[in-house]
């Protein structure tokens, strides 16, 4: 039913149901307001035709109507809150799914700087608080704001002057909740920020409770957190004294108006209204105010909605600012991932290249020229630019200067699913999801049949190993460190990619499996640009014969112990 | 057709759990694991004893305010009767007006006082479930992928304060439904006794209404509960392995599913919303008709209009007042009382995989902390031995480890070599006692080695916390002054990083060490281990990701750190193998040599 709705109308749904919400809320304060007034004259003028026993008066009509609308009140208030609930909810889901994206196009570099539990934390807990800001502070608002308007216009017209005590009386009191309500936004500053800090200690111990726990550090670590979640409290409590506060401030403002009203109807001052009369203006007014207890905590909800927000913002602006990508994630309905067109590809010529993290370059190449299909091997030491170089050839690192062209196409500017469809990256330590192997293999090509899976399989010398109904467990913990190597490389083989680059493709393995592996990809991708880079080390042990070696040395003149630090100023040349 | 829907939903939720039974084997997950409700209830009302001094105050604060409302009542009722009669005879009025102020302020401060006492109680209440929470969170450390690290945000953040908003509110609104409308009911009878017959008329809706809300909240919360938390670790995954999917160009198909999951949660909540403003709406027309019923009859008996056989034929004034004014107060405690059942429905689908986590049923496999309170093997070496031992991991056709008959003497290194897969890392686990084998056994000396004094952890991947390089390499240990600390870092070929760094050993580390390469990650585990008083080591492929020179640089340092000590070391590298008394060699799970 909801799939043959069009995404223009799924789209306004939320929206639709917030508007229905809003219209019940309305009816519904309007009734309970009426419901009062109505419900205060009719007993007093009972009480004084009783008294005065010749009255002629009619009690059914009044009391049927008083019925009416309470009736009326609570299945609006049940439609009202059924309806903002559900439309707050859908507009979370789709803030959910927007921030990941807006995750997903974070550089690399950042995304490691992002602590994942910190941004998980901010997908949750700080989405959720969003929903205060409709809850709390526009639902209750705009019932505040058309009670107000009609009951201070119902006062004005019984008598001017009930019409200014209730109205003043209630400005001041939402001014005075609006004033305690300042503070707060600093306080659910904190309060998210040291949240969010907490979730994130508890991911990294959580990951590292194994060695935590062989190095006697578990107490010490659960100690911590004991702390971090308890200190929680200091300023969640602050602000429900604060929210306190605001409902408090606006109870006064209750008991004063309707004392002025009191005063001024029963004649202390002024001339008297019929007491009948005044009922209903009491009830009124405390309806007035019974309209704006909703909005006692509308200060903390948006201070605290707010605060929420901008820490949404800095993640999805940063998301937002790369250059290079024409953003394949502005709508979440589309996929532009699996529509583009590999870019022809041609040889691999790179001019002047010098590349680094922090304006220090890591690597530089003056020269360096791959035809089309050549297996080359990148060696070195630690910290010589392997990294570097290949993450700025996939495009995930921006260049100081120079060019890396592929045919006629120069890589980092190239857009995100062209260059996607074109170029294939294999991290040193590559993510692995939960699910089948076949799961995480579908990853790299959700069509593929199961007889190309087989043969992914095949060509990462994994067949034997595991099946493709083997459950890797979470992150890949079923699988071991080659195992997990081995099943990436399957996954780049299913993207069939133009230029293909490894990052320490043999790790984990041994020697036989690692040549077998490398042999098989580049049997099966016969045309495909392959560069592995692979240390020094390994590579001596490696009977493996390419087609190049490019071997990136650290400057002579730098310090080789400074070199080995990835924070480190060294350069690399290669040297042919 | 709701109840298909009903039906479809549980197939699929039941697929969805065997599918996550094959996947963890014989691991079971945190939110997976499903004791009776029973068994969740009778946990929170042990855990709730923690609090009950606060919440039996609070609940004795409400009732005062309770009488405090009464009073309020009858004070006003006299204000608005003497107002009727009298017009403006404020001078008769003063006592009633100050009995009106007394009894308002009763309300007012009782009621902030039983606010404050249940908040405190809860706290405390939270407080200790969230310390035995994470002690056994943490200390679970033989089965790291029982608990993901997702599920553990996911109880202590969302799940822990679900269980305080209920100790807050459930223990007191209970006590206060049962006596403010007795009390109410005390004070109308005499005053105006019709009134209090159709009160008690419309009691029966409450135990009706928990019924309702009963029959389906349960299961609808724990729906939600279960999707939150499928929700945090599918995101938490893929946020984690983000730039590979990025780099396979994955990203469209897994914003669906995260959008999919998303709005999954958005149903779930909104299904467990609805059936509690259901149960309100209903409570809440109950009462609207009670208190109009009350309204006509005392309207019409004003009126002197009814004249039923039996009734009275005439009200006081201030009676009939008095006794209206009370009928809204008599449904705010049960209104109360209402959405606080709630919670405890809500409470009791959070408290299911806390209890069962902290609390196993007899027979489940617990998480124990045992290895992380048990001592290091830090006074002499031990013999290990391994008989027989077998390990099978679910989902696999093939035993990890099948039969392996080992004997480590006392003091001696043992390197294990073989291909990727073949079963190492498996056969270090069960040494180490993080995972015992299905099948024979694994002895430290002369205890199964899930029990033994733990041995020390060099890993694949070294895990580097936020905070310094000093306290990621003492690891909050007391005592270890800066010569020691720096003995192990030129033990372990660190210094010259160490210099490198803008703050020396102060510098601070972020989340998987930003800041250090992955050799120097590891390194800082080789130093850790120079630090420790361990004899028993668990050494996993230490030079992994380490160039040659550095390995070079390292394997007389190892030797020095494994002399004397009883060590398995695995590893691919000849170099590293070299420093082993004896090398064997796993072969799909089969020992050669």
Redesign the interface.
């Known amino acids: 039913m909801v799939d043959h709705e069009t995404p223009r109308r799924a789209e306004a749904r939320p929206f639709r149901r917030l508007l229905t919400g809003l219209l019940l809320a309305v009816v519904a304060a309007l009734a309970s307001t009426a419901l009062l007034g109505l419900?205060g004259w009719?007993?007093?003028r009972?009480?004084?035709?009783?008294?005065a026993?010749t009255s002629p008066?009619s009690?059914f009509y009044p009391?049927a109507g008083?019925?009416a609308l309470?009736?009326v009140?609570?299945?609006a208030?049940?439609g009202e809150?059924?309806s903002t609930?559900?439309a707050t909810?859908?507009l979370?889901?789709?803030v959910?799914?927007r921030l990941?994206?807006a995750?997903?196009r974070?550089p690399?570099a950042r995304?490691?700087?992002l602590?994942?539990?910190a941004?998980?934390?901010r997908?949750?807990?700080d989405v959720d608080t969003l929903d205060g800001a409709i809850l709390s502070v526009a639902v209750p608002g705009v019932v505040c704001g058309v009670v107000a308007v009609g009951g201070v216009a119902v006062l004005a017209i019984v008598r001017p002057v009930f019409g200014i005590a209730g109205g003043v009386v209630l400005l001041l009191a939402l001014a005075a909740d609006l004033g305690i309500s300042l503070g707060s936004r600093r306080l659910g500053e904190r309060l998210a920020a040291q949240?969010s800090a907490?979730?994130?200690?508890?991911?990294?111990?959580?990951?590292?409770?194994?060695?935590?726990?062989?190095?006697?550090?578990?107490?010490?670590?659960?100690r911590e957190?004991?702390e971090r979640?308890?200190a929680l409290?200091v300023p969640r409590?602050n602000l429900?004294a604060r929210e306190?506060a605001g409902t408090a401030v606006i109870a006064v403002g209750r008991v004063i108006a309707l004392g002025c009203v009191l005063a001024v109807g029963?004649?202390?001052w002024g001339r008297?209204v019929d007491?009948a009369v005044l009922a209903f203006v009491v009830l009124v007014t405390a309806a007035l105010f019974d309209a704006a207890t909703g909005l006692g905590s509308a200060g903390q909800a948006f201070a605290e909605a707010r605060v929420a927000w901008r820490r949404l913002r800095e993640v999805a602006a940063v998301g937002f600012t790369r250059p290079t990508d024409t953003d394949?994630?502005t709508d979440?309905d589309?996929?532009?991932?699996?529509v583009a067109e590999a870019v022809p590809g041609g040889d691999l010529t790179l001019r002047d290249l010098v590349a680094g993290y922090g304006g220090t370059p890591a690597v530089e190449i003056t020269s360096l020229d791959l035809p089309r299909g050549t297996f080359a091997v990148l060696t070195g030491?630690?910290?010589a630019g392997k990294s570097t170089l290949l993450s700025v050839l996939?495009g995930?690192l921006a260049p100081t200067s120079g060019s890396a062209k592929f045919g006629e196409f120069e890589l980092p500017v190239l857009d995100y699913?062209r260059r996607?469809?074109t170029v294939?990256?294999?991290?040193?330590?590559?993510?692995?999801?939960?699910?089948t192997v076949a799961d995480n293999l579908r990853?790299?090509r959700?069509d593929a049949t199961a007889d190309e899976l087989a043969q992914a399989l095949e060509v990462a010398a994994l067949s034997g190993?595991?099946?493709l109904?083997?459950?890797v467990?979470?992150?890949g913990?079923?699988?071991?460190?080659?195992?997990r190597?081995?099943l990436?490389i399957a996954?780049?083989y299913l993207?069939r990619p133009r230029l293909l680059l490894l990052d320490e493709p043999s790790?984990?393995?041994?020697?036989?499996?690692a040549r077998v592996v490398l042999a098989n990809l580049r049997a099966a991708l016969p045309h495909t640009t392959i560069i592995a880079a692979i240390?020094?080390?390994t590579f001596?042990h490696l009977p493996l014969v390419p087609d190049t070696a490019i071997s990136l040395r650290p400057d002579s003149d730098a310090n080789?112990?400074?070199s080995?630090?990835?924070?480190?100023t060294a350069t690399g040349h290669p040297t042919p | 057709m709701t109840q298909d829907v009903v039906v479809r939903r549980r197939s699929q939720d039941r697929r969805f759990q065997e599918r996550r039974f094959r996947q963890r084997g014989r691991a079971v997950a945190l939110a997976g694991r499903r004791p009776r409700a029973r068994t969740a209830r009778s946990w929170l009302a042990t855990t709730g004893r923690h609090g009950r001094p606060w919440f039996l105050a609070a609940a004795a604060a409400d009732l005062l305010a309770g009488g405090g409302t009464v009073g309020v009542g009858w004070f006003l009722a006299g204000l608005i009767t003497g107002g009727l009669r009298g017009g403006a005879e404020v001078t008769g009025q003063a006592g009633e007006l100050s009995g009106l102020a007394v009894c308002g302020a009763v309300v007012a401060v009782s009621l902030f006082t039983a606010d404050r006492l249940a908040a405190a109680g809860a706290r405390r209440v939270e407080a200790r479930i969230r310390a035995r929470l994470l002690d056994t969170l943490l200390g679970a450390d033989g089965s790291a992928e029982r608990v993901t690290p997702g599920s553990a945000v996911t109880a202590l953040a969302d799940q822990v304060p679900r269980l305080g908003e209920y100790f807050r509110g459930y223990q007191r609104a209970a006590v206060a439904a049962v006596a403010v409308p007795a009390l109410i009911l005390a004070a109308a009878f005499p005053a105006a006794w019709v009134v209090g017959v159709l009160l008690m008329l419309a009691l029966p809706i409450v135990p009706v209404n928990m019924a309702v809300t009963g029959l389906g909240a349960e299961e609808l919360s724990r729906r939600q509960l279960r999707q939150i938390d499928r929700l945090s670790r599918q995101v938490l995954e893929r946020l984690q392995a983000m730039s590979t999917l990025r780099a396979l160009g994955a990203l469209g198909t897994q914003r669906r599913v995260v959008a999919r999951a998303a709005a999954e949660l958005a149903a779930r909540t909104s299904a467990v919303l609805r059936v509690a403003f259901l149960a309100s709406t209903a409570l809440e027309w109950v009462s609207t008709f009670a208190i109009g019923m009350v309204a006509m009859y005392t309207g019409a008996t004003l009126l002197g209009y009814v004249h039923v056989p039996l009734l009275p034929v005439r009200l006081g004034d201030r009676q009939g007042v008095f006794a209206l004014l009370l009928a809204p107060e008599f449904f705010l405690p049960l209104r109360r009382f209402a959405a606080a059942y709630h919670q405890r429905q809500d409470a009791v689908a959070a408290a299911e995989p806390i209890a069962s986590l902290l609390d196993p049923p007899a027979g489940a496999p617990a998480l124990d902390g045992a290895t992380a309170r048990r001592a290091v093997w830090s006074d002499r070496a031990p013999r290990v031995v391994l008989d027989r031992a077998t390990v099978r991991f679910g989902g696999r056709s093939r035993a990890a480890l099948s039969g392996i008959d080992l004997v480590i003497p006392a003091g001696h290194v043992l390197g294990v070599a073989g291909p990727s897969g073949a079963g190492k890392s498996t056969l270090l686990r069960v040494a180490g006692g993080w995972l015992a084998p299905d099948e024979g056994r694994c002895l430290v000396e002369d205890t199964p080695a899930t029990d033994a004094p733990r041995a020390l952890l060099l890993g694949q991947r070294p895990y580097l916390f936020a905070g310094t390089l000093a306290d990621n390499l003492t690891l909050g240990g007391q005592g270890i002054s800066r010569t020691r600390l720096w003995e192990a870092i030129e033990l372990a070929q660190l210094t010259r990083v160490v210099d490198g760094l803008p703050d020396g050993l102060d510098t601070v580390l972020g989340e998987r060490g930003w800041g250090l390469s992955g050799g120097e990650a590891q390194r800082v585990a080789i130093a850790r281990g120079f630090l420790s008083t361990a004899r028993f080591l668990i050494v996993d492929e230490p030079t992994a990701h380490l160039d040659a020179a550095t390995e070079n640089a390292l394997i007389e340092p190892l030797r020095r750190l494994l002399h004397g000590r009883t060590a398995l070391v695995a590893s691919h590298s000849a170099a590293v193998l070299a420093v082993a008394d004896h090398v064997v060699e796993i072969r799909e799970g089969l020992l050669h040599g």
């Open positions: 419900a009719f007993i007093v009972s009480a004084q035709s009783g008294l026993t008066f009690w009391s008083v019925e309470a009736v009140r609570t299945t208030r049940y809150r059924l609930h559900r909810l859908d979370l889901a789709r959910r799914t990941f994206s995750a997903s974070l690399a995304m490691r700087g602590r994942s539990g941004l998980l934390d997908v949750h807990a949240r907490a979730a994130a200690r508890l991911v990294e111990a959580m990951d590292g409770r194994a060695e935590l726990a062989s190095f006697g550090a578990v107490g010490l670590a659960a957190l004991r979640f308890d409290a409590r429900t306190a029963t004649g202390l008297p007491p394949p994630d979440a589309t996929d532009a991932d699996t030491p630690s910290g996939a995930e699913p996607v469809a294939t990256l294999v991290e040193q330590d590559s993510g692995i999801l939960s699910g990853l790299a959700p190993a595991v099946e109904s083997t459950e467990g979470p992150a913990a079923h699988l071991s460190g080659g195992q190597r081995r990436a996954q780049a993207r790790e984990g393995l041994d020697a036989t499996t240390h020094d080390r001596a080789f112990a400074v080995d630090c990835s924070i480190s």
